[in-house]
């Protein structure tokens, strides 16, 4: 497909290098390997000129095959206007199928994903900063090998999909920390390299209380660390987090197609991050 000089085509490995400097342009924090780990995840298109530089970008992470996120959808400075975010956007929605969608849009995305039909559904609150010294919460411990089917388990009535191969990727990546009761487990959180420093997410528990130890077991461990956690802004968990050291640096609006309600005794507190969801 082609607007003007500007072709489409699928994300390959050899966009990569553009791909990150364009999130740079946007003044996201991405790592070069925070695009790998996006990518290896996900089908994407890439907007690129007539010289073959990326100027556009857009991912679709299918979660087996009822639900994907739409992200990492950005379009250089310079090409704005001409319809460049859109043909990206329905490129990656013909990749997405029948599946039910999600995204965290941005203030500037917000029109074009309500005129393709996504509806919000809330806000998305990011908070970061660089730890102070906590002590280490009662009840948690770290994650064995042995409890990644149960964490699976946990985060799919969570968010109301198959997320196996997200959550196996976290586990090479990064570290799970689990709350056990009754020789199950209650709830998890996933900690992982990821911009300035490091990301805590997801978050899955029962409640605010649990989610709070989840989250304080790495905080007790990361003394002057710069963490980020991105949380909903219905969870109540924004109030603590900047009490701990974490400012409130930014928002999006969470949207779905269509929107369907939630209906599980277990919550997602935390994002693994905006993309992943």
């Given amino acids: 497909m082609h607007v003007g000089d500007i072709e489409t085509r699928t994300f390959g490995i050899e966009h990569l290098d553009d791909a990150a400097d364009l999130s740079r342009q946007a003044g996201w ?3 070069l390997q925070d695009w790998q780990t996006a990518l290896d995840l996900s089908q994407g298109v890439v907007a690129v000129n007539e010289t073959g530089k990326v100027v556009g970008t857009a991912l679709m992470t299918p979660y087996g095959n009822d639900c994907a996120t739409i992200n990492m959808v950005i379009v250089d400075a310079r090409m704005r206007g001409r319809g460049v975010g859109r043909h990206l956007m329905d490129a990656a929605l013909k990749l997405a199928g029948e599946r039910m969608l999600r995204l965290i849009a941005t203030a500037e995305g917000l029109p074009l994903y309500e005129k393709l039909g996504f509806r919000e559904t809330g806000a998305i609150l990011q908070h970061q900063g660089v730890v102070g010294g906590m002590a280490a919460p ?10 990644l089917a149960a964490i699976i388990a946990l985060d799919r009535e969570a968010f109301g999909a198959d997320r196996s191969a997200l959550i196996a990727r976290l586990a090479e990546i990064g570290a799970f920390a689990v709350l056990r009761r009754d020789a199950s487990i209650a709830g998890f959180a996933c900690i992982r390299a990821f911009g300035r420093g490091e990301v805590i997410g997801p978050v899955v528990a029962t409640d605010i209380d649990d989610a709070k130890a989840l989250i304080v077991h790495f905080m007790s461990r990361r003394t002057g660390a710069f963490l980020r956690v991105d949380t909903g802004a219905s969870t109540g968990l924004t109030p603590w987090l900047i009490d701990c050291s974490l400012a409130h640096v930014g928002s999006g609006v969470a949207m779905a197609r269509p929107v369907r309600p939630a209906a599980s005794t277990v919550h997602t507190f935390a ?3 905006q993309a992943l969801g």
Avoid: F, M
């Fill in 29 to 31: 924090p991405h790592r």
């Fill in 138 to 147: 009662e009840g948690t411990q770290t994650a064995t090998p042995g409890d």
């Fill in 271 to 273: 994002l693994a991050n």
